[in-house]
């Protein structure tokens, strides 16, 4: 079982940057998928970022794609959301998740039914 906890939200201008950790308990983290998703007041969840277990592949959701940059340090237990040019339709909870389906592809791991565990979440938000 892994247990996630996000940290590094806050209010941010328009144009600034965030830096989102995710820290996992658990030895079997390395074998993790992970992803990052968001979800604004009233929408869906939606996919930001997601890893491979071996942090070697990664994909992006188009809106954040150039922007975001997602990392994993597997000594550490940790996953990072690097958030560059925020924009205020960033505005969110954001949520790491990790997807015991590590055999697959990152470009599968877009959707929540795919992870099986999820943090509290980080409330993000940026001011226009």
């Known amino acids: 079982q892994v247990q996630l906890v996000e940290s590094g939200g806050g209010l941010v201008q328009a144009g600034g940057s965030l830096r989102l950790s995710c820290a996992a308990s658990?030895?079997?983290?390395?074998?993790?998928?992970m992803g990052w998703f968001r979800q604004a007041p009233g929408k869906e969840r939606e996919f930001a970022a997601a890893?491979?277990?071996?942090?070697?592949?990664?994909y992006y959701a188009d809106s954040v794609k150039g922007r975001f940059t997602i990392s994993r340090d597997n000594a550490k237990n940790t996953v990072v959301l690097q958030m560059n040019s925020l924009k205020p339709e960033d505005t969110a909870v954001y949520y790491c998740a990790a997807s015991g389906k590590s055999h697959i592809s990152v470009v599968v791991l877009t959707t929540p039914d795919e992870y099986d565990y999820w943090g509290q979440g980080t409330q993000v938000t940026v001011s226009s």
């Open positions: 658990g030895r079997t983290f390395g074998r993790y998928g």
């Open positions: 890893i491979s277990w071996s942090g070697g592949s990664t």
